[in-house]
């Protein structure tokens, strides 16, 4: 493709609708979040990293692929220019499972849709029926010149932007200045329509959820291995990771309250949030990311889990809180080499002891004691062990799923034996090849 699949098919539930049973009991239908992408507002050229995309896009098409979790009947996309200042206008739309199904978008019955300046935008209902974990290929023209403000950095999938509306075309024209990019823009999520209760879990995190070490282009995050796990239970699992991430500050997104109701309340179906923050409170002060910055304290990050919880509670979401794993010799050999301290090591331990311990959480996933080496528990687990000593590789991804008790986010759940710990060959599932 560069960049569609070819077919294999494969979709979940708005405002509820009805139809019958052969017995003439009602069905209910209703949306369901099955994949997102959280917005992050684009930096500027004097950030640490590049942000891979284009200042603006005028006259291009973007187009992303993503794998949905749960499928279903019918689907609708979700558009986000919540850190744009000007309105977006959205030319022209389609979303496809294959080269050859390949499906017009409509906002209010239109073809084209207008995101006004901190707003999101949520097309029409597709009919296209989909199944579990398959491919979605998304496509969005731009026609005006366009401020390119918000996006979600670190993808981990390759997509592409090109000259044109070539939102229809199987097969895309990469006549310059045509680029790939592993940043997706403006795509915030998609829901799918099921028969009877919606029911998805959000994992808000930060890079180690964003997968900033999985496989590129083979869904190795861990919330893709835990989706694996309950898609068979009807269960979404939405990745609401941003690299970078904080508790409590803004970082390279917003901080976690702030991002609460846009990334997490407002999916709909939640039903249980898992809550993996704070190795980037702990570790970016000192470090170029914020170099005169001091440490948090245990209280103030304690406090804003406690709020975090609170908030999460109060809309019926159980809450279930991940240890922060070992990072001793993280990043070296590059400008974030002091990212470990000592100091940081000892905050790490008395926040995990206080996650386990404080019963603050409806349940507790220990990442720690899945990720650390037993000889030496500063470190991560070599087998585990992307290479950076901060973010694990496929294997330890897969290992953090595997740890997750599904009882803890949807108890009504049968239980499942829970696989072995241990290294071996991860077998991702097969996609096209752009």
């Known amino acids: 493709m560069k960049h569609l699949p070819h077919s294999d098919d494969r979709t979940t539930s708005s405002p509820m609708r009805s139809a019958r049973t052969p017995s003439g009991g009602a069905l209910t239908h209703a949306w369901v979040a099955?994949?997102?992408?959280?917005?992050?507002p684009v930096w500027g050229d004097d950030f640490l990293f590049p942000t891979n995309v284009p200042g603006r896009l005028h006259n291009q098409t973007v187009r992303q692929m993503a794998r949905l979790s749960l499928g279903g009947k019918r689907l609708r996309i979700v558009l986000s220019n919540v850190h744009g200042k000007t309105p977006v206008c959205i030319g022209r739309a389609t979303v496809a499972r294959s080269a050859d199904d390949i499906r017009a978008v409509t906002f209010g019955g239109e073809s084209a849709g207008t995101m006004l300046p901190g707003a999101s935008l949520i097309s029409d209902p597709i009919d296209m029926k989909t199944e579990a974990l398959s491919l979605l290929t998304i496509s969005l023209f731009?026609?005006?010149?366009?401020?390119?403000?918000?996006?979600?950095?670190?993808?981990?999938?390759?997509?592409?932007?090109?000259?044109?509306?070539?939102?229809?075309?199987?097969?895309?024209?990469?006549?310059?200045?045509?680029?790939?990019?592993?940043?997706?823009?403006?795509?915030?999520?998609?829901?799918?329509?099921?028969?009877?209760?919606?029911?998805s879990v959000v994992v808000i995190g930060d890079s180690i959820t964003d997968g900033a070490t999985a496989s590129l282009d083979k869904d190795t995050r861990w919330p893709d291995?835990?989706?694996?796990?309950?898609?068979?239970?009807?269960?979404?699992?939405?990745?609401?990771?941003?690299?970078?991430?904080?508790?409590?500050?803004?970082?390279?997104?917003?901080?976690?309250?702030?991002?609460?109701?846009?990334?997490?309340?407002?999916?709909?179906?939640?039903?249980?949030?898992?809550?993996?923050?704070?190795?980037?409170?702990i570790a970016w002060p000192g470090t170029a990311f914020a170099r005169d910055a001091s440490l948090p304290t245990l209280a103030s990050l304690t406090a804003g889990?406690?709020?975090?919880?609170?908030?999460?509670?109060?809309?019926?979401?159980?809450?279930i809180g991940a240890t922060l794993a070992p990072f001793e010799g993280a990043l070296p050999d590059s400008p974030l080499d002091d990212y470990f301290q000592p100091e940081k090591d000892a905050l790490r331990h008395q926040l995990n002891d206080w996650i386990r311990h404080s019963h603050a959480f409806d349940a507790v996933v220990d990442f720690d004691a899945v990720l650390r080496d037993p000889a030496h528990p500063a470190r991560m687990l070599a087998a585990y062990d992307?290479?950076?000593?901060?973010?694990?590789g496929d294997e330890g991804l897969r290992s953090m799923a595997d740890a997750v008790d599904l009882r803890a986010l949807s108890p009504e759940l049968v239980p499942e034996a829970m696989p072995e710990l241990r290294p071996e060959a991860v077998s991702p599932p097969s996609r096209p090849t752009p």
């Open 34 to 40: 099955s994949w997102a992408a959280s917005a992050q």
């Open 142 to 199: 731009l026609p005006e010149p366009t401020p390119l403000t918000t996006f979600h950095w670190d993808g981990r999938q390759t997509g592409w932007i090109v000259s044109g509306d070539q939102t229809q075309a199987p097969q895309l024209d990469m006549i310059p200045p045509a680029m790939s990019t592993t940043a997706r823009s403006l795509l915030a999520g998609i829901h799918v329509e099921r028969i009877g209760t919606p029911r």
């Open 225 to 281: 291995f835990l989706a694996t796990r309950l898609t068979p239970h009807d269960v979404a699992v939405v990745n609401a990771g941003i690299s970078g991430a904080r508790l409590l500050s803004d970082g390279m997104g917003v901080n976690a309250l702030a991002r609460l109701d846009r990334d997490v309340l407002s999916q709909p179906g939640l039903q249980a949030a898992v809550v993996a923050l704070g190795i980037n409170d």
């Open 305 to 319: 889990y406690r709020q975090l919880i609170a908030q999460l509670h109060a809309h019926g979401v159980r809450v």
């Open 386 to 392: 992307s290479g950076d000593h901060l973010h694990p």
